[in-house]
T-cell receptor, first 117, second 109 residues
Framework: GAGVSQSPRYKVAKRGQDVALRCDPISGHVSLFWYQQALGQGPEFLTYFQNEAQLDKSGLPSDRFFAERPEGSVSTLKIQRTQQEDSAVYLC???????????????FGPGTRLTVL | KQEVTQIPAALSVPEGENLVLNCSFTDSAIYNLQWFRQDPGKGLTSLLLIQSSQREQTSGRLNASLDKSSGRSTLYIAASQPGDSATYLCVPKGDKIIFGKGTRLHILP
């Protein structure tokens, strides 16, 4: 079956522009996660959805970051007024259960590499 | 706050060698620990998931151990191959999912 897909794979934005990153999780997966991965670092948690409910957004670095999953499947991470420090790879992951990915395996997408000039 | 350290940060070994990657974590209140590999430009692939009640888990040439009380896990790779070249990430899972920075492994043909 299809895995987690993300689009676009690469995005270049000028400082101050808004961007939207899309994640298509594995069909039927309850949990969806967004991570930010800076060069040479491990992924850092941004936010977690259980179906359409955003249960944890404690990792979002500022109020310029906004995520949604309105129908409990596809999710969009939006970054407003992008800054250079937002440059990173944004990873999406999904897992079958609604257990915050703790008890079961997370399946990761290939990521979107965002470069802010 | 959970802190995860992976040693070494990078490793290059000739093909065929056995090797050990180390992971330590500060908060032992975890449900399980997972090892992933990450290939350049790609997402993460799960390798092994060890429950907190288990001591080790094996998959093919990979063996992961967990000593929860001391906050340590090791990933043992037997008979390494060039295809094993990747970054290996350790993730102890408690109330938060915290990734280590990874070990960049390069297997020399």
């Amino acid at each position: 079956g299809a895995g987690v897909s993300q689009s676009p794979r690469y995005k270049v934005a000028k400082r101050g522009q808004d961007v939207a990153l899309r994640c298509d999780p594995i069909s039927g997966h309850v949990s969806l996660f967004w991570y930010q991965q800076a060069l040479g670092q491990g992924p850092e948690f941004l936010t977690y959805f259980q179906n359409e409910a955003q249960l944890d957004k404690s990792g979002l670095p500022s109020d310029r970051f906004f995520a949604e999953r309105p129908e409990g499947s596809v999710s969009t991470l939006k970054i407003q007024r992008t800054q250079q420090e937002d440059s990173a790879v944004y990873l999406c992951a999904s897992s079958a259960l609604g257990k915050r990915g703790i008890t079961d395996t997370q399946y990761f997408g290939p990521g979107t590499r965002l470069t802010v000039l | 706050k959970q802190e995860v350290t992976q040693i070494p940060a990078a490793l290059s070994v000739p093909e065929g060698e056995n090797l050990v990657l180390n992971c330590s974590f500060t908060d032992s209140a975890i449900y399980n620990l997972q090892w992933f590999r990450q290939d350049p430009g790609k997402g993460l692939t799960s390798l092994l998931l060890i429950q907190s009640s288990q001591r080790e888990q094996t998959s093919g040439r990979l063996n992961a151990s967990l000593d929860k009380s001391s906050g340590r896990s090791t990933l043992y790779i037997a008979a390494s191959q060039p295809g094993d070249s990747a970054t290996y990430l350790c993730v102890p899972k408690g109330d938060k999912i915290i990734f280590g920075k990874g070990t960049r492994l390069h297997i020399l043909p």
